[in-house]
């Protein structure tokens, strides 16, 4: 059975950085691409960046260039580096394994 765990979220100042992990386990044989996925309230949940098995990534427009995908493969595990952010980046920030399952999601909240 697949388990999907977030850390890293919390609360920080407009302008300031936090880093999400998240770690998979019981997944055996191959590597799955990988994502980090917010949803705030009121809205739909949308994806923020995805890293491939091959470690090719893609981010949504709004955090491009202030948010960086990375993964370490041995220990299934991708992080979420998160730069200069902005009150609109709070959410609850949900990682994904594609085709297995959903992180039970951690909050991050931007505010001074």
């Known amino acids: 059975q697949v388990q999907v765990v977030e850390s890293g979220g919390g609360l920080v100042q407009p302008g300031g950085s936090l880093r999400l992990s998240c770690a998979a386990s019981?997944?055996?044989?191959?590597?799955?691409?990988m994502g980090w996925y917010r949803q705030a309230p009121g809205k739909q949940r949308d994806l923020v960046a995805r890293?491939?098995?091959?470690?090719?990534?893609y981010y949504a427009e709004s955090v491009r260039g202030r948010f960086t995908i990375s993964r370490d493969n041995s220990k299934n595990t991708i992080y979420l580096q998160m730069n200069s952010l902005k009150p609109e980046d709070t959410a609850v920030y949900y990682c994904?394994?594609?085709?297995?399952?959903w992180g039970q999601g951690t909050q991050v909240t931007v505010s001074s």
């Open positions: 994904n394994v594609e085709a297995l399952g």
């Open positions: 019981g997944i055996i044989g191959r590597l799955y691409a």
């Open positions: 890293i491939g098995s091959r470690g090719d990534t």
